[in-house]
Nanobody, 118 residues
């Protein structure tokens, strides 16, 4: 299981932007599938964005056109750029890593709070 460390959450007004970062010490990060999930109070955890080792990116319909998922394999880091934030984006955001090998188990970040409010 690889450790994941998240940062970048905070309080922002509607229409504002935040960038989340998720870093790991995994030695084969470039082969990992990385995902961003979020969980709002009283709701189940949902997938926000996913990026594969090949660079294929998927987004939830609710964030398409506003969020951008990217990765920097040299830094073992994945980013979630969140623009045009809405109050309904308020949630704890979690980074997820699937190493895609039986030798290393999937893991979750500790979560970072994103609050969008005026």
């Amino acid at each position: 299981q690889v450790p994941l460390v998240e940062s970048g959450g905070g309080l922002v007004q509607p229409g504002g932007s935040l960038r989340l970062s998720c870093s790991t010490s995994g030695s084969m990060f470039s082969s990992y599938t990385m995902g961003w999930y979020r969980q709002a109070p009283g709701k189940e955890r949902e997938l926000v964005a996913l990026i594969t080792s090949g660079g294929m990116i998927n987004y939830a319909d609710s964030v398409k056109g506003r969020f951008t998922n990217s990765r920097d394999n040299a830094k073992n880091t994945v980013y979630l750029q969140m623009n045009s934030l809405k109050p309904e984006d308020t949630a704890v955001y979690y980074c997820y890593a699937d190493p895609r090998t039986v030798l290393v188990r999937s893991s979750w970040g500790q979560g970072t709070q994103v609050t969008v409010s005026s």
